[in-house]
């Protein structure tokens, strides 16, 4: 038992340091640092307010909200499963010299995303006092929305980065996908724009869906209605198996193509 515990907390601290990596690295040239995983955020939120404050905001009320909060969901998905992809061929050395469960690299990925993620709310609960979203309790949902749409993105995640190392052309593919997915995600258009048939697609969507959620527990101040819970924990756990099942079949190999 203990030294499970002990293992458990090297991998920990393992992915913390990795972490800690990505961010250094991502600021190093910055002169601000660490203030500009903030500070551009809100001023790219600023921007974006401007102007979409007239677009729909007769179909949609307090439309920037609208759109930051699908905007800030698509960017923190689009980021883990971006760079889990590569995690694996990134850290060739590390996957070599030590000896540590090559899940670590895509834990370390998706963590990274999370710290940004975190960054990036400091900005967003700044323009929901500056557009007087009312606090509600439901808003206590919205962490939780954040973990089932990591929980997803990992088990996407953990498939790219098996992919990656077999046909690396999938990065390219997988770019021209995500820009597809994106607009049918509803990041900055009301569904209700659309025909009965879309609106029935874009509903299947898992990234929607995490966004719908989203949106009815912060900005509607609502306990979001059951078939968009089954929907969320269906999407968010069978991505995740179905992920860790694939990852965990053809890690193995990895070793021979990396």
């Known amino acids: 038992m203990r030294e499970t515990i002990s293992t458990i907390r090297q991998y920990v601290f393992v992915i913390r340091e990795l972490t800690a990596r990505e961010i250094k690295r991502k600021y190093a040239r910055s002169s601000l640092g660490i203030i500009w995983s903030v500070l551009s955020p809100l001023l790219f939120m600023v921007v974006l307010s401007l102007v979409f404050s007239t677009m729909f905001k007769r179909s949609i009320e307090n439309y920037p909200i609208y759109y930051l909060t699908g905007q800030i969901l698509w960017t923190m998905y689009g980021g883990a499963t971006n760079a889990s992809m590569t995690a694996l061929t990134d850290n060739k050395s590390l996957l070599i010299k030590a000896k540590l469960p090559k899940q670590v690299f895509i834990l370390s990925r998706i963590y990274t995303s999370l710290v940004n993620f975190g960054f990036t709310c400091i900005a967003y ?57 994106m607009y049918l995600s509803a990041v900055f258009y009301p569904i209700t724009s659309l025909s009965e048939g879309m609106q029935k697609a874009i509903s299947c969507n898992p990234i929607y869906v995490f966004i719908a959620f989203a949106r009815t527990c912060v900005m509607y101040g609502e306990v979001p209605d059951t078939e968009l819970w089954i929907k969320a924990v269906c999407w968010s756990v069978g991505s995740f198996l179905a992920g860790w099942l694939v990852f965990r079949k053809n890690e193995n190999q990895v070793m021979k193509k990396v």
């Open 125 to 181: 609960v700044l323009m929901l006092f500056v557009f007087r979203i009312k606090p509600s309790v439901t808003m206590f949902l919205f962490p939780l929305d954040v973990l089932l749409m990591l929980l997803f993105s990992m088990g996407i995640g953990y498939m790219l980065a098996i992919a990656y190392v077999f046909f690396a052309d999938i990065k390219y593919l997988y770019s021209v996908f995500l820009t597809l997915l």
